[in-house]
Nanobody, 126 residues
Framework: EVQLQASGGGLVQAGGSLRLSCVVS????????IGWFRQAPGKEYEGISY????????YYRDSVQGRFTISADNAKSTVYLQMNSLKPEDTAVYYC???????????????????WGQGTLVTVSS
């Protein structure tokens, strides 16, 4: 069974940085796409970035392009989300999710992902 463990959230001032980690276990790490989603209070899940571990391609939502960087450490079976220049509107619970590398369509919708980690709260104060 695939399991994901997200961590790294916290409280940070606007303009600050955080790095989220997502440890993936119980699978062949390289054969997956790992996505980061967030859910702000009263809002739906929003896919913000994902990486295809088969080819290393990365994708970003416009709202985080240039500020967030997704990366993977195969040796540690971990995907990171480096978040810089944080804004109050980035405040949300952040989740990582996984889907088999060949089984997703756009990569942006929660329904495409089969496995989810628990959320980690990111709070950005103004």
């Amino acid at each position: 069974e695939v399991q994901l463990q997200a961590s790294g959230g916290g409280l940070v001032q606007a303009g600050g940085s955080l790095r989220l980690s997502c440890v993936v276990s119980g699978s062949t790490f390289g054969d997956a796409a790992i996505g980061w989603f967030r859910q702000a209070p009263g809002k739906e899940y929003e896919g913000i970035s994902y990486i295809n571990l088969n080819d290393g391609n990365t994708y970003y939502r416009d709202s985080v392009q240039g500020r967030f960087t997704i990366s993977a450490d195969n040796a540690k079976s971990t995907v990171y989300l480096q978040m810089n220049s944080l804004k109050p509107e980035d405040t949300a619970v952040y989740y990582c999710a996984a889907v088999s590398g060949g089984d997703y369509n756009s990569g942006w919708t929660a329904e495409e992902y089969d496995y989810w980690g628990q959320g980690t709260l990111v709070t950005v104060s103004s």
